[in-house]
Antibody, heavy 124, light 107 residues
Framework: QVQLLQSGPGLVKPSQTLSLTCAIS??????????WNWIRQSPSRGLEWLGR?????????DYAVSVKSRITINPDTSKNQFSLQLNSVTPEDTAVYFC??????????????WGQGTLVTVSS | SYELTQPPSVSVSPGQTASITCSGD??????ACWYQQKPGQSPVLVIY???KRPSGIPERFSGSNSGNTATLTISGTQAMDEADYFC??????????FGTGTKVTVL
């Protein structure tokens, strides 16, 4: 059974960096055919996909246009986890952040496993 | 950018059928999936590839997708089905797109 366990601070000051980690159990972060994603949810923006990382002989990343200049998603194979860094945050980045497992192909757009969610508030 | 539109709310009596729609341009040409989300919890996948149920999802959940509309149907709705439901699809430009969400109330 795949489980995703998120960790990271719930409060970040404006202009600073939001950092979250997602520890994976029951599957390898380097596994073929799957992707590892970050998604956020807020009342104003709904559910919003932020980006993903995946391994296909080498590591790849894809990011949403809305955050592309500020986001980094990195795998950590030694700890079987992946992380999110979002720079220069503003109060508009306040949301519940989820890590998820997905698939690379268009025929499988779904996310089948989700972390427990982390409410991140951007405030001074 | 690609958008998916859902009705804000649907009400249903226990034991009756609830239908939740998700509209998007030529959505029937894509694969749609559905999530259930209860307050304070993470979304749970209930339908993928238009009409497939993951292991552990009750048979009363079913899906279809044609034209511009995908539909999630809950047959014999139970009180435990009261939740928010979101559709989702993939678009080559917008990548992963989520619907606006529908609150299902079991009266």
């Amino acid at each position: 059974q795949v489980q995703l366990l998120q960790s990271g601070p719930g409060l970040v000051k404006p202009s600073q960096t939001l950092s979250l980690t997602c520890a994976i159990s029951g599957y390898s972060v380097s596994g073929n055919s799957v992707t590892w994603n970050w998604i956020r949810q807020s009342p104003s923006r709904g559910l919003e996909w932020l980006g993903r990382t995946y391994y296909r002989s080498k590591w790849y990343n894809d990011y949403a246009v809305s955050v592309k200049s500020r986001i980094t998603i990195n795998p950590d194979t030694s700890k079987n986890q992946f992380s999110l860094q979002l720079n220069s945050v503003t109060p508009e980045d306040t949301a519940v952040y989820f890590c998820t497992r997905g698939f690379e192909i268009a025929a499988r757009p779904e996310f089948d496993y989700w972390g427990q969610g982390t409410l991140v508030t951007v405030s001074s | 950018s690609y958008e998916l539109t859902q009705p804000p709310s649907v009400s249903v009596s226990p034991g009756q059928t609830a239908s939740i729609t998700c509209s998007g341009d030529k959505l029937g040409d894509k694969y749609a999936c559905w999530y259930q989300q209860k307050p304070g919890q993470s979304p749970v996948l209930v339908i993928y590839q238009n009409n497939k149920r993951p292991s552990g999802i009750p048979e009363r959940f079913s899906g279809s997708n044609s034209g511009n509309t995908a539909t999630l149907t809950i047959s014999g709705t139970q009180a435990m089905d009261e939740a928010d439901y979101f559709c989702q699809a993939w678009d080559r430009n917008t990548v992963y797109v989520f619907g606006t969400g529908t609150k299902v109330t079991v009266l």
